[in-house]
């Protein structure tokens, strides 16, 4: 078993293998990453940093590529709208 | 195209352009629009879309504030993507002096029934947070307003065409004047009335038309919702953009409705390439950030650059071309084209159909520009 990192998405507490992306784990709480302008869901696209589709606020930090981002203990990660 | 003849034929599909075959169409003329390019794809697309009232001049002053009320009256018919927002501008002073001109600008507006109100330097960092401290106030303008222009150019030439206006795409200009315009592909389209709305470029089409290419940048960041609410700039920008010798930078920023922030601004004589200019976007975000901090933290995602027309009095032409009784000239708005581009068109066709403009014409006259020549 690898060691597990636990941090908060919108709120709610996930634990999830270390080495997990933000992205990953959004998936897997079953949150969106973002909303476009027109309203649209977002969610990772390229998954190597490149597209900017999967922005994602961590720590405060507006914009950041949830497919770049590894899992940190005690993150707080929210969607963007 | 099935016809060749029109009343008037206007050359450039920039937002000048789109709004006076608007209006030659609203007011029943047979137009025709010929771009090389796309519509609004010249300083149309570059520009920051600052529906602004200013005070340089007793005629510029005149031209911006018809202009922005024209807008205002538009509002409610514009679609969406125009963006159209009345945040308000506030013009920042950093100093004593600075202070004082804005009690000078507050005293000229209200003489002419504009609202504006003063901020105190607390009053300032309430309304917009992220200003640094230690300013000493500001102007407020609630009625100035932003848009996205080129879809406001998009919107004007569609109604133009619904009015029965004809637009000619990619198609570049051999020649024109003398009623007619003679396209690249060896098409002539004639008429009694051809209009040079080709923004930087009118003088290439029209030698003798005091229009030179002033260069601007312009940074626009991902979405910040709530960073920024007005459009503030410093008032420092009127000593700096007026100081023609030099390239010159100012703090000019833009909130947009999706949360973007528009970062200006510079301006440049004498570079005629479009290219980024590293140095210039040095010095811009550098002054930016002198005034709001904050904005380094703050993620840019693209930059671009676009060319004013300005000429020598900073005031547009907009009348007949002395020497060629069929072309007339709308050109020369150098910052100011997205502002004063329904005057314009309501001017300009006025002075052709013989209607009475609401404000004096005069100073817009391409005739005045020669006078002077006559004269120096
Ligand atoms: C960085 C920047 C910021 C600005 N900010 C503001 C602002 O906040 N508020 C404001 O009011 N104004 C602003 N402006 C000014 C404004 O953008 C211009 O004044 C306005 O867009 C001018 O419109 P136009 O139709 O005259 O010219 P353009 O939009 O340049 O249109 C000219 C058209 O002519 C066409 N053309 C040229 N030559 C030929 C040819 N030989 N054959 C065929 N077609 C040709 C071009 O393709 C182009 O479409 C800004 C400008 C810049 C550069
Ligand atoms: S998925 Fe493309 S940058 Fe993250």
């Known amino acids: ?81 | 195209m099935a016809n060749t003849t029109y009343d008037v034929v206007i050359v450039g599909a920039g937002i000048v352009g789109a709004a006076c075959a608007d209006e030659f169409a609203r007011r029943g003329l047979r137009v025709a629009v010929v771009d090389r390019d796309v519509v609004g794809s010249g300083a149309t697309a570059a520009g920051m879309g600052h529906i602004v009232v200013m005070d340089d001049s007793e005629a510029q002053f005149a031209l911006t504030r018809y202009s922005q009320q024209l807008w205002q009256a538009l509002r409610n018919e514009l679609p969406a993507e125009v963006e159209y927002d009345q945040c308000g501008t506030i013009w920042v002073a950093a100093d004593e002096e600075e202070m004082a001109e804005v009690r000078r600008k507050h005293d000229f507006y209200a003489d002419r029934g504009v609202p504006t109100e003063i901020l105190d330097a607390k009053r300032l960092k309430q309304s917009e947070p992220n200003l640094r401290d230690g300013l000493q106030g500001g102007l407020l303008v609630p009625e100035d307003a932003v848009l996205y222009p080129p879809c406001a150019a998009r919107f004007l030439m569609q109604r133009a065409q619904q009015r029965g206006a004809e637009l000619v795409l990619g198609a570049s200009l051999s020649a024109l004047g003398k009623g007619r315009v003679l396209l690249s592909d060896g098409l002539q389209l004639t008429a009694e009335i051809i209009v040079n709305a080709a923004g930087a470029w009118s003088a290439e089409l029209t030698p003798g038309i005091d229009v030179k290419k002033r260069k601007g940048h312009l940074v626009i960041t991902d979405r910040y919702p709530a960073f920024l609410r007005h459009q503030l700039v410093e008032l420092g920008y009127l000593k700096s953009a007026h100081s023609v010798a030099s390239d010159s930078v100012a703090f000019n920023v833009q909130p947009r409705r999706t949360g973007q922030i528009l970062i200006g601004s510079s301006r440049q004589f004498g570079a005629e390439h479009k290219e980024v200019d590293q140095q210039m976007i040095v010095r811009m975000l550098q002054r930016a950030q002198e005034y709001m901090p904050a904005l380094g933290q703050l993620s840019a995602i693209r930059i671009w650059t676009g060319f004013r027309a300005a000429t020598p009095d900073k005031l547009p032409l907009i009348g007949p071309w002395p020497g060629d009784p069929s072309l007339f000239l709308a050109t020369g708005h150098e910052g100011l084209g997205i502002t004063t581009s329904l005057a314009t068109a309501r001017i300009l066709v006025d002075q052709i159909t013989g209607a009475n403009p609401e404000i004096p014409i005069e100073p817009y006259l391409p005739s005045r520009a020669s006078k002077e020549h006559a004269h120096a």
Request: one cysteine or more; charged letters at 15%.
């Open chain 1, 1 to 81: 078993m690898p060691d597990q990192v636990s941090l908060k998405v919108n709120g709610a507490s996930i634990s999830v293998p270390s080495g997990t992306t933000v992205a990953v784990a959004m998936a897997l709480a079953g949150q969106l990453c973002r909303t476009s302008v027109t309203g649209e869901p977002r969610g990772p696209l390229c998954g190597m940093g490149i597209c900017f589709e999967c922005r994602v606020t961590i720590n405060g930090i507006p914009h950041c590529r949830s497919c770049q981002s590894p899992c940190e203990p005690g993150m707080e990660v929210a969607s963007e709208t």
